[in-house]
């Protein structure tokens, strides 16, 4: 196998998922802290408006602006964007399947409602002292008992919230 192969071609969930699972207590155990993204988002914020008034972004944890965070994100797109290149095929993805099959609702309206779910995603990971996939993919390889709990919540929450969502409009 090439390498293009390799950094195009999907790779099956658990090869993934095993990677993820081992790099984050090795992560762990080199830098001493849990891997985490929501902290670098308000590295970029910090980064756009520096003098924003905004209480949460005026923290110990956003003094300084450039850290391995911002990096890690770039990373993340970066992981994202070069295969998708390499494949010879970098377009954008504009329907979500089953979404966009069974909602016909119009541009606007759609839009309206992923910004509703970025902005209670935000919320939730502001009072939650972070993502629930940070919650759970750190917590869980590291055997913090809240990691197990904080996963077991939030998998009853989206079923729960899910069902009704989904009885409401289909």
């Known amino acids: 196998m090439d390498i293009i ?6 790779w099956p969930w658990w090869f993934a998922g095993a990677m993820v699972g081992l790099f ?9 802290r849990p891997l985490g993204v929501s902290t670098g988002y308000g590295n970029f914020c910090k980064i756009v408006v520096p003098h924003t008034k905004l209480e949460a972004l ?3 944890a956003y003094k300084e602006i450039f850290t391995w965070r911002v990096f890690f994100i770039i990373g993340i797109i970066l992981g994202a964007a070069v295969p998708k290149i390499l494949s010879g095929d970098f377009s954008l993805i504009t329907e979500f399947a089953k979404f966009n099959s069974t909602v016909t609702a119009s541009i606007p309206l759609s839009g309206l409602w992923f910004l509703t779910g970025g902005i209670l995603l935000g919320l939730g990971s502001r009072i939650g002292h972070g993502c629930t996939s940070a919650h759970t993919i750190n917590g869980i ?10 996963s077991a919540s939030f998998f009853a929450g989206a079923i729960l919230i899910t069902n009704i969502i989904y009885r409401l409009i289909f």
């Open 5 to 10: 192969n390799f950094l195009t071609d999907p």
């Open 24 to 32: 984050l207590p090795f992560f762990y155990y080199l830098a001493n």
């Open 58 to 60: 005026n923290t110990k």
């Open 141 to 150: 390889p590291n055997f913090a008992s809240s990691g197990f709990v904080a």
